[in-house]
């Protein structure tokens, strides 16, 4: 009775009103949804901060490095003293 491409245009024309109403009521639920923070992007280190050891480091290097000559120079001094190589005639 009906042609075929009528009724297919038909059903056509109610797919897309049940999307329009659809999408409709999806873009409704997403205005009362409370909005979305913006995702941080991770922060990335510095080339110049990566590579060079930071203040604290430095100093405690130097710290570090005078002890152990303080300490080879009074280990030093005991083995000298010890052997006799201090004493004068």
């Known amino acids: 009775d009906v042609p075929e491409n009528v009724v297919k245009e ?14 409709e009521e999806e873009i409704e639920a ?5 909005p979305k ?12 901060e990566s590579k060079e050891p ?5 100093k405690e290097k130097k710290r570090r490095t005078m002890r152990d000559f ?12 010890k052997v006799g190589a201090l004493e004068w005639e």
Do not use: F, H, N
């Open 70 to 81: 303080m300490r080879e120079l009074v280990v030093g001094y005991i083995y000298a003293w």
């Open 37 to 48: 923070e913006p995702k941080k992007a991770p922060v990335k280190e510095k080339a110049s």
């Open 10 to 23: 038909m059903k056509d024309q109610d797919m897309d009103s049940d999307m329009k109403e659809t999408m």
């Open 54 to 58: 930071k203040k604290e480091d430095k």
């Open 30 to 34: 997403e205005a009362t949804k409370a």
